[in-house]
């Protein structure tokens, strides 16, 4: 899988309560206030069952349970602080529900459920409020059990059961209902291929009848269905691990819609606007918490890169708080990870082949997307980025900026979400207020492009720029250009012919140890330019190729530090 640090998160804070020698955080939840998470790991030494309080920085554990065995699922009602617990046999009830008292953080049981050596896989509460379902590894019956709940108390009665034909095991947290909650989507171990693994039920008052059913061909290990349509996210063990499914109410069928062969997927959860889907995989490199760009109207993912993560574990559990400005994640080393979700991505304008013009100055106080061809003309006015807005271009598609200045660029507010995107700008400056990095896709500098301030501009794209025939990119003073790409790229600065011009005026150009390749073009040096190369070696040098025209203007000044080679 491609794909860099994403963008659009920033870790936050994490606690590591449990801090039991490698225990898996299984099971992860929000409250409905988003100030409380829930989170329920392996069999430790310590609790199994954590509340932490989140204050929008910090992480504190509030309450803790000693359970003896595994966690494998949690569930908050949608409305009051009742607590779903499914768990392995043990001595507790598999299934419990708990009152959580925000007053003083105490846990009372309100309702169980006993099934003796079997084990609680899945808990899912109604949107109601009023049904909670429970999944289990039954080898005899009752593998999907559906619950009345007193929702003054808490209490349950046990309603409703189904016995599969297969006796075949729930997977780990792999039940969730439709939005509405007409409809439960549940994940299987696979039998063979004798029966489907993937199962969804109508539901009414707590009656579940089999709607429609898909043979996945191997054990669904986990699945969230998405809150805003008809799409169910199924992690799996086999090739391929993340699929993603349709349910078609019309015609009470499901059909695959794309797939993503990676590592096993441990866990899956949509963020509220059914546009991203958080993965947390087993034995992938770096970080093994990806996002997801699911594009409805082509019904394709694309990897947005990996998260932030503070170590590189495998991850067993993510959830995106109600209201999307954070993600829960837990992993391998007992850690509850939250990142914060920049720009709140819950919000956004989307253009889609869409041509923009501006007859003032204009803020952007929110994510904007843009998606197919599409151009913002800006007549001369000024974009301004303020408040966590940004542009966001999507995957095979370009934004043309022309004839503007894009104001306050900064950190990643003008970006690419797949190396598939483009921006074109044409008679535009860029004025930087921060560090501005540019990570993904690529750039066509069209006719006059300079770049302003006293900030750097980093490239770090793997995918190839181009200034064009006629046209210039200007380095202005006190700016510092960094090339440095993620891969070993050296030509990603492309000029096709002396008209092309690279003109540095009163910078700083600098080259990682993966070198810089000018050629083609024309290099102008003005005013008092600093030409530096980190590199150890001579051919990580900065190369001038001898097609390279350099033009030294009258008041220039250049100093070289590092290798500088001329080929």
């Known amino acids: 899988m491609g794909g860099g640090t994403i963008t659009g998160f920033n870790f936050i804070t994490d606690n590591n309560y449990q801090n039991g020698g490698g225990k898996r955080i299984w099971a992860l939840d929000w409250n409905p206030n988003d100030n409380y998470v829930a989170s329920g790991s392996e069999q430790s030494n310590n609790q199994e069952l954590v509340i932490y309080y989140f204050d929008g920085s910090t992480l504190t554990t509030t309450k803790t349970v000693e359970e003896g065995v595994q966690i494998n699922s949690v569930n908050w009602h949608p409305t009051k602080n009742f607590l779903a617990v499914g768990e392995n046999s043990g001595a507790n009830p598999e299934f419990q529900v708990y009152n959580f008292n925000v007053s003083n953080?105490?846990?009372?049981?309100?309702?169980?459920?006993?099934?003796?050596?079997?084990?609680?896989?899945?808990?899912?509460?109604?949107?109601?409020?009023?049904?909670?379902?429970?999944?289990?590894?039954?080898?005899?019956?009752?593998?999907?059990?559906?619950?009345?709940?007193?929702?003054?108390?808490?209490?349950?009665?046990?309603?409703?059961?189904?016995?599969?034909?297969?006796?075949?095991?729930?997977?780990?947290?792999?039940?969730?209902?439709?939005?509405?909650?007409?409809?439960?989507?549940?994940?299987?171990?696979?039998?063979?291929?004798?029966?489907?693994?993937?199962?969804?039920?109508?539901?009414?008052?707590?009656?579940?009848?089999?709607n429609s059913s898909f043979a996945v061909g191997t054990s669904v290990l986990n699945l969230d269905w998405s809150p805003t349509g008809t799409y169910i996210a199924v992690g799996t063990g086999n090739n391929p691990q993340l699929r993603i499914y349709a349910h078609h109410a019309a015609s009470n069928t499901i059909t695959l819609v794309t797939s993503v062969t990676a590592a096993t997927v441990n866990a899956v959860a949509w963020d509220q606007t059914g546009q991203y889907l958080a993965v947390g995989y087993e034995g992938v490199p770096g970080p093994h918490i990806r996002v997801y760009f699911f594009d409805k109207s082509h019904g394709t993912l694309t990897d947005v890169g990996t998260l932030p993560a503070p170590n590189t574990d495998?991850?067993?559990?993510?959830?995106?708080?109600?209201?999307?400005?954070?993600?829960?994640?837990?992993?391998?080393?007992?850690?509850?990870?939250?990142?914060?979700?920049?720009?709140?991505?819950?919000?956004?304008?989307?253009?889609?082949?869409?041509?923009?013009?501006?007859?003032?100055?204009?803020?952007?106080?929110?994510?904007?997307?843009?998606?197919?061809?599409?151009?913002?003309?800006?007549?001369?006015?000024?974009?301004?980025?303020?408040?966590?807005?940004?542009?966001?271009?999507?995957?095979?598609?370009?934004?043309?900026?022309?004839?503007?200045?894009?104001?306050?660029?900064?950190?990643?507010?003008?970006?690419?979400?797949?190396?598939?995107?483009?921006?074109?700008?044409?008679?535009?400056?860029?004025?930087?207020?921060?560090?501005?990095?540019?990570?993904?896709?690529?750039?066509?500098?069209?006719?006059?492009?300079?770049?302003?301030?006293?900030?750097?501009?980093?490239?770090?794209?793997?995918?190839?720029?181009?200034?064009?025939?006629?046209?210039?990119?200007?380095?202005?003073?006190?700016?510092?250009?960094?090339?440095?790409?993620?891969?070993?790229?050296?030509?990603?600065?492309?000029?096709?012919?002396?008209?092309?011009?690279?003109?540095?005026?009163?910078?700083?150009?600098?080259?990682?140890?993966?070198?810089?390749?000018?050629?083609?073009?024309?290099?102008?040096i003005d005013n008092a330019v600093t030409m530096s190369s980190q590199a150890r070696f001579?051919?990580?040098?900065?190369?001038?190729k001898s097609d390279l025209t350099v033009d030294l203007l009258g008041s220039a000044n250049l100093q070289f530090y590092g290798i500088i080679r001329t080929d």
């Open 105 to 210: 953080g105490s846990l009372t049981l309100t309702g169980s459920g006993e099934y003796g050596s079997t084990d609680a896989m899945a808990v899912a509460w109604h949107s109601s409020g009023n049904f909670v379902e429970v999944g289990t590894d039954s080898k005899t019956s009752k593998q999907i059990i559906s619950y009345a709940v007193n929702n003054s108390t808490g209490a349950v009665t046990e309603k409703f059961s189904v016995s599969l034909s297969g006796k075949q095991a729930v997977g780990l947290g792999a039940m969730r209902f439709s939005p509405g909650g007409n409809l439960l989507a549940v994940g299987v171990a696979s039998d063979g291929a004798k029966d489907p693994e993937l199962l969804v039920y109508s539901f009414n008052n707590g009656i579940l009848a089999l």
């Open 538 to 544: 001579y051919a990580e040098g900065i190369s001038l």
């Open 314 to 524: 495998d991850n067993y559990g993510v959830r995106f708080s109600h209201n999307n400005s954070y993600l829960a994640a837990g992993d391998h080393s007992s850690d509850t990870i939250i990142y914060g979700v920049q720009g709140g991505m819950s919000h956004f304008l989307l253009f889609d082949n869409t041509k923009v013009i501006f007859n003032s100055d204009v803020i952007f106080n929110l994510p904007v997307h843009f998606r197919g061809n599409c151009v913002i003309t800006g007549r001369g006015n000024g974009l301004s980025i303020v408040d966590g807005g940004g542009v966001v271009i999507h995957p095979d598609s370009t934004l043309t900026l022309e004839d503007m200045e894009f104001q306050n660029l900064e950190h990643t507010n003008l970006r690419c979400l797949t190396d598939s995107a483009s921006l074109v700008l044409k008679n535009a400056l860029l004025t930087l207020s921060s560090d501005y990095t540019f990570s993904r896709g690529s750039i066509l500098f069209d006719a006059d492009t300079t770049i302003s301030g006293t900030n750097a501009f980093i490239y770090t794209s793997n995918v190839g720029s181009t200034i064009d025939s006629n046209s210039s990119l200007i380095i202005d003073q006190g700016v510092t250009f960094s090339y440095a790409p993620m891969g070993p790229y050296r030509n990603l600065v492309f000029m096709p012919d002396p008209t092309a011009i690279l003109y540095l005026d009163g910078c700083t150009l600098v080259s990682t140890r993966t070198g810089l390749q000018l050629s083609g073009g024309t290099l102008a």
